[in-house]
């Protein structure tokens, strides 16, 4: 069975940093647009940052532009969402996402109609 794994989430003070991976299990995702997607408490899923198969091209929402940084690391088959200064307001549960096609991700928001393969989850708490 093919999963997303998340870790990496937790609590952290505002303007501190953590580093989220997605690891896929059951098969190599080497093909695909892989992604990060979050949900706040009371509010629709929102994009968050995204990586196409080449791991060339890297998009951001705006609220996270400067602080986030996406990567992939192919030997260890793993995506990495780097969060810097982070603010109460990026509180959420940050779902790893994978589509052959990158803009699911970017532009599916809230639905995401079809996306492939996502995660469970990891919970992100931003407070002092």
């Known amino acids: 069975q093919v999963q997303l794994v998340e870790s990496g989430g937790g609590l952290v003070q505002p303007g501190g940093s953590l580093r989220l991976s997605c690891r896929p299990s059951g098969r190599t995702f080497s093909s695909y647009a892989m992604g990060w997607v979050r949900q706040a408490p009371g509010k629709e899923r929102e994009f968050v940052a995204a990586i196409n198969w080449t791991g060339g091209s890297t998009y951001y929402a705006d609220s996270v532009k400067g602080r986030f940084t996406i990567s992939r690391d192919y030997a260890e088959n793993t995506v990495y969402l780097q969060m810097n200064s982070l603010r109460p307001e990026d509180t959420a549960v940050y779902y790893c996402?994978?589509?052959?096609?990158?803009?699911?991700?970017?532009?599916?928001?809230?639905?995401?109609?079809?996306?492939?393969?996502w995660g469970k989850g990891t919970l992100v708490t931003v407070s002092s």
């Open positions: 996402a994978a589509d052959k096609v990158l803009r699911t991700i970017v532009v599916g928001s809230p639905d995401y109609y079809g996306m492939d393969y």
